[in-house]
């Protein structure tokens, strides 16, 4: 695998395009890959990328819950 194969791996599981779908978000002016497995990490619980993501100890995660579409 490249080194540009692997900067474009899930943050969480290490996955890239060859295994799975990748999704690319942008965080303080830098480019990071999230599967979809991964994805509600990001937006319900971003606290799990600390150490996975400089600054994610910063995010707050979505104030939506499913119990909230009933």
């Given at each position: 695998?490249t080194?540009?194969?692997?900067?474009?791996?899930?943050?969480?599981?290490?996955?890239?395009?060859?295994?799975?779908?990748?999704?690319?978000?942008?965080?303080?002016?830098?480019?990071?890959w999230?599967?979809?497995?991964?994805?509600?990490?990001?937006?319900?619980?971003?606290?799990?990328?600390?150490?996975?993501l400089?600054?994610?100890?910063?995010?707050?995660?979505?104030?939506?819950?499913?119990?909230?579409?009933?």
């Open positions: 695998m080194q540009d194969a692997k900067a474009r791996a899930c943050v969480m599981c290490g996955r890239g395009a060859q295994e799975t779908p990748v999704l690319r978000f942008e965080f303080r002016d830098a480019a990071f999230i599967c979809p497995q991964h994805l509600p990490v990001l937006i319900h619980d971003p606290s799990q990328l600390v150490g996975r400089a600054g994610a100890e910063h995010l707050a995660p979505s104030d939506f819950h499913d119990d909230d579409a009933r």
